[in-house]
């Protein structure tokens, strides 16, 4: 039974342990405009010679197009991001490379599951086109054992809830752990959405030990 009257502890701290970080970064328009146009032409080139996906179904282009020149500009601002999620992290100098870099195209209702990016260390994505109702991401609570009981709440807090939206636009970057599990929803909009997602890992772990899974 609860004691009543006068309270006999007070709350002195809460302690965050063990956060979980996603980053996110603007490109100027002034900037991404020019870029996102060659890299929308780009990728209507290539997909030329590929099928078009079922109604609904989103389109993946191959994993190199790091490899590309019309990709250039956007690697260096990714290198860049990178750079700085590194220092924020208090790491030490050491060798990173973008191990894959791949687009997506979701028309109208294509969607996304919930996955990972195994065998990397970091992972984002920079947004070339977004519309309203085809603009956000959801990251999801990478602790399984939450799932085991789960109360009801009054109120849904950054506290609580098992899952957290972004919302994203035009020459945003978010970089994130790549264990962190992420999906997309379905695109509510009438335009189809564009993405570049990427993978970064430690230059000396992907010559000696593992390559990347993609």
Not at 10 to 16: H, P
Not at 85 to 94: E, R
């Amino acid at each position: 039974m609860a004691r009543k009257g006068k309270a006999i502890f007070e709350v002195t701290d809460v302690l965050r342990m063990f956060p979980t970080f996603v980053w996110k970064a603007e490109l100027k328009p002034e900037f991404h405009r020019k870029m996102n146009n060659n890299i929308i032409r780009k990728l209507e080139q290539i997909r030329l010679s590929e099928p078009n996906p079922a109604p609904g179904h989103a389109w993946q282009s191959g994993h190199d197009l790091h490899k590309l020149n019309e990709f250039c500009e956007l690697i260096s601002c990714l290198n860049e991001a990178v750079v700085s999620v590194l220092a924020f992290l208090k790491i030490g100098q050491v060798e990173f490379e973008i191990t894959g870099v791949w687009a997506n195209m979701n028309p109208p209702d294509a969607a996304h599951r919930m996955h990972g990016h195994p065998n990397n260390f970091l992972s984002g994505v920079y947004y070339v086109r977004t519309h309203k109702g085809a603009d956000t991401i959801n990251f999801h609570d990478p602790r399984s054992q939450m799932e085991i009981i789960k109360p009801p709440v009054t109120e849904l807090t950054a506290e609580n809830t098992d899952q957290v939206v972004v919302r994203v636009k035009n020459g945003s970057i978010l970089l994130f752990p790549s264990w962190l599990t992420h999906s997309v929803d379905a695109n509510r909009s009438d335009e189809t959405r564009i993405s570049v997602s990427f993978n970064v890992m430690f230059s000396a772990y992907v010559e000696k030990m593992s390559k990347p899974l993609w």
